[in-house]
Structures are given as structure tokens and as C-alpha cells.
């Protein structure tokens, strides 16, 4: 009786698996972002003011990509500046300000060419279909 028991559990995990059907092959993705310096300086908007920070966002991902990379990927936080740069949800949002508060626009710019520099790049991984 227990047989039968495990024989018929046993058909029914095989035919909810049945229906199952393959729609392509998820892999993993290294990429690498690039020109992060001029990039960002890009979409920075009004920098004519002196602010607290200066920030930007890097979209890395496209439809149908799954980004995995999560927290920090740039940092440099001293006396002088303040350069954080973050992946989240397909995009890598960087901050970035000088010593003073409010700081200038040139002095936060100083600031995040010397953490990107002289790589001026990252590496993300996400998933997509092959």
C-alpha cells in the first residue's frame, strides 16, 4: 500500500514538471561601464549653484536584463572630498561633493575624477537569456 502511495507521489512530481517549457538560456553577464567621468559630468544638472552634493545616474542594463550587482562599487571619502558610487536596480547612481558644504561644482568634479581616475571604469554582473 505504502508503494503505491510513493509510485502515485511520484507521477504526479513528474507530470507538474511536464509542463514546463524551456524558454532560453539565462547567463550570468560581466560588464563593464566605461568612461564613468565623462558619463556622469553628462547627465549632471545644474551645476551653476554651489550644493550640498552633485549626483548622477548610469543606466547598465537593458529590457529583458536582470541586474545582480547590489552596494557599493566606487568609494573615496576623506577631508577633502566625498565620491560614493552605488548599483541599484540597473543603474549606478554616483555622489559626489568637495570639502565644503555647499561645495562647488568644480571642486565636487575634482573630487570624482580623482576616485574614477585612472581606471574610469566598473564591472557589473547581471542575468539575461543567451
Known amino acids: 500500500m505504502k508503494l503505491f502511495f510513493v509510485l502515485a507521489t511520484m507521477l504526479m512530481a513528474f507530470t507538474v514538471h511536464a509542463a514546463d517549457r ?18 556622469c559630468l553628462g547627465k549632471v544638472e545644474d551645476t551653476t549653484k554651489p550644493k550640498s ?9 537593458t529590457d529583458g536584463e536582470l541586474p545582480v550587482s547590489k552596494g557599493r562599487v566606487i568609494k573615496l571619502i576623506d577631508d577633502k572630498c566625498s565620491v560614493v558610487g552605488e548599483t541599484m536596480n540597473g543603474v ?5 561633493s568637495g570639502a565644503q558644504n555647499p561645495s562647488t561644482f568644480e ?5 570624482l575624477e ?17
Open 22 to 39: 524551456k524558454v532560453g538560456n539565462v547567463i550570468a553577464v560581466e560588464r563593464e561601464i566605461t568612461d564613468l567621468y565623462n558619463t
Open 107 to 111: 571642486a565636487s568634479r575634482a573630487c
Open 53 to 61: 552634493f552633485f549626483s548622477c545616474g548610469i543606466k547598465y542594463t
Open 92 to 96: 549606478l547612481l554616483i555622489t559626489f
Open 114 to 130: 580623482k576616485a574614477v581616475m585612472p581606471k574610469d571604469s566598473v564591472k557589473v554582473v547581471l542575468y539575461t537569456l543567451e
